[in-house]
Nanobody, 121 residues
């Protein structure tokens, strides 16, 4: 069974930094795109950043130049370095991965349980 487990959330003051990690475990063929989403109370979930298996990245405009997504394919891990944090970044951050269970299987989406990030003003 494939699992994604996030870590690194917490409480930080505005202007501070946090680094989130998400590691994939289980038996599978390969991971394609890995992404970070967030959901603030009363709001819809939104894509924050994503990175493909070849290293191509994409960010939502509000986090560009502040957040950096990276991955270590050998460790099956994706990271989100968050700098210059703002109160509006407060949300539950969840990891998503598009994973091929076998070389012949169609890709499937997997989600972590989420980690809380709270930025105080």
């Amino acid at each position: 069974q494939v699992q994604l487990v996030e870590s690194g959330g917490g409480l930080v003051q505005a202007g501070g930094s946090l680094r989130l990690s998400c590691v994939a475990s289980g038996i599978f063929f390969r991971i394609h795109t890995m992404s970070w989403y967030r959901q603030a109370p009363g709001k819809q979930r939104e894509l924050v950043a994503q990175i493909t298996s070849s290293g191509t990245t994409n960010y939502r405009d509000s986090v560009k130049d502040r957040f950096t997504v990276s991955r270590d394919n050998a460790k099956k891990t994706v990271y989100l370095q968050m700098d210059s944090l703002k109160p509006e970044d407060t949300a539950v951050y969840s990891c998503n991965a598009v994973i091929f269970r076998t070389s012949l299987a169609a890709p499937a989406n997997y989600w972590g349980q989420g980690t809380q990030v709270t930025v105080s003003s």
